[in-house]
């Protein structure tokens, strides 16, 4: 007799082993086996690139100080740990429905019945005591509908986990963009500044020799407009350092110490002769796989695939358990005395019947948003891939470019030297001078610009093939701000 009151338990907890969630298959990259421009002659290099630790990427111990406070002090990378927290605590909720929640209750109660309304025409008094354990509605998942979304729960976990890494990378790279932009920029108002003072010499001689009879008033005002121009410049660049440091302060979290801001853009230019600069070409793009924002993306593929595992387990029977095992008596002192004993159970089954087709509709959203997730998936693979073939294209002329520029600059301050020597002769007019002079402001500013590009490209290069994560080079835990708990 006992065992055919267990056998439907035993039944049950054997048909517990089904599961109707898809088994999952990861999408084909839609990618090329290389990346665009990449001629594939040179092998890989032996360290990947995501696993360079951003200390050994950039050098300069300023730069390296300024990155270690926005781990430490970043807003963003902050909500981005206690997402992961967050989601954690979500997991464990729905992971906490595979089992049955065991609850231990003990009450009492009295009631007086009057004279009037007794069936014995006496007044009736009556005192029960209980105390029981026991669960309540735990769900024998038969189907795997309660399994599908625990592991729906754990890849979002496991998502945001991702998203931290993702974050932390970014950020890593835009304190380095925004420290090499403010650096250019001091540049290029040290460049207005003594373009200014250059030019307000020139003019001043000018002036001087136009009250003498020398000069005429057009050369006079045709200095003067240099002057002017270099001013503008001046307050401009002014303004955009201003901005420059802000924004800075705004990644880091804090306000920078001056002593840890650049001062000019050779200040961190130990970033060209960094790792990067010297990583061959050939790399495949399958190292695109340890890029945390892909992985992201397939921990969000993954749990749409197992919510459809909850989806279909719907269209079938539900069976839930509630039952309790105690004691019960009239007198609180024989609560615990021989014959005492109590108990319940309710198995209860629900079968879906009819429901005006919401569960095939829950079906279809599962369905479409599995298929929207391989598309994001799919996307976030493209996107990566088109990143690191821009960064290499640019990789490949920026030298030959800043060559180029370097070269620029050597010829037209030839031609701003030579202006000066046939104006003050007096062959030409002060407007060759104010040309030459013009263009060899230009070339020295386009100068500052390619320098900073190409100091910045090997920042997204490192950024986009997933570094900046390792806070070393060999050591597989980045640094850790003071909200990591993981």
Do not use: H
Request: charged content about 20%; proline content about 5%.
């Amino acid at each position: 007799m006992k065992l055919l009151r267990f056998t439907p338990l035993a039944l049950a907890a054997l048909m517990a082993g089904c599961s109707l969630m898809p088994a999952y298959q990861q999408p084909v990259a839609p990618v090329p086996g290389r990346f665009a421009g990449d001629a594939g002659a040179d092998p890989a290099p032996a360290t990947p690139i995501a696993e360079l630790g951003w200390r050994d990427v950039f050098t300069d111990p300023s730069l390296q100080r300024v990155i270690e406070m926005s781990l430490a002090n970043n807003r963003d990378l902050r909500v981005a740990v206690l997402n992961i927290e967050k989601a954690r605590a979500q997991y464990r909720v729905q992971d906490a429905a595979l089992f049955p929640t065991v609850n231990a209750s003990a009450g009492g109660s009295g009631s007086r019945t009057p004279a009037d309304l007794s069936s014995t025409g006496e007044a009736l008094t009556a005192r029960q005591y209980s105390a029981s354990l026991g669960f309540s509605s735990y769900e024998i998942d038969l189907f795997g509908r309660v399994r599908s979304l625990s592991a729906q729960a754990l890849q979002q976990f496991l998502s945001t986990a991702e998203a931290r890494r993702s974050t932390q990378i970014s950020l890593v790279a835009e304190v380095a963009t925004s420290y090499l932009t403010l650096a250019a920029d001091q540049d290029r108002l040290k460049l207005a500044r003594d373009t200014l003072q250059s030019q307000g010499d020139s003019y001043r001689l000018n002036q001087r020799s136009f009250e003498l009879g020398a000069a005429s008033a057009l050369t006079l005002r045709q200095a003067q407009t240099s002057v002017d121009a270099a001013r503008v410049d001046v307050e401009r660049y002014t303004a955009q350092v201003a901005q420059d440091r802000n924004a800075l302060a705004l990644l880091v979290g804090a306000e920078v110490p001056d002593a840890l801001l650049p001062q000019a853009l050779s200040d961190a230019a130990a970033l060209a002769a960094s790792p990067l600069a010297t990583i061959p070409p050939g790399l495949p793009s399958e190292l695109l796989q340890r890029r945390p924002d892909i992985l992201q993306a397939e921990r969000d593929l993954k749990a749409a695939n197992a919510y459809i595992g909850a989806a279909r387990a719907a269209f079938y029977p539900r069976i839930s358990l509630t039952a309790s095992a105690g004691t019960s008596s009239s007198e609180l002192s024989g609560l615990f005395k021989g014959g005492s004993g109590s108990w319940s159970f309710a198995p209860q089954v629900t079968l879906p019947i009819f429901d005006g087709g919401a569960n095939r509709a829950n079906l279809k959203i599962a369905t479409v948003s599995r298929d929207i997730s391989v598309a994001q998936y799919e996307k976030a693979i493209q996107t990566a891939f088109r990143e690191v073939s821009d960064a290499l294209a640019q990789r490949g002329t920026l030298g030959r470019q800043l060559d180029a520029q370097e070269s620029l600059v050597n010829a037209t301050a030839d031609s701003y030297r030579l202006s000066q020597a046939r104006f003050q002769r007096g062959v030409d007019s002060y407007l060759s001078v104010l040309d030459s002079q013009r263009s060899l402001y230009t070339a020295q500013q386009n100068l500052i610009g390619t320098r900073l590009s190409r100091l910045t490209n090997l920042v997204t290069f490192y950024k986009t093939l997933g570094g900046g994560w390792n806070e070393a080079t060999g050591t597989p835990v980045a640094a850790k701000s003071p909200d990591t708990t993981s």
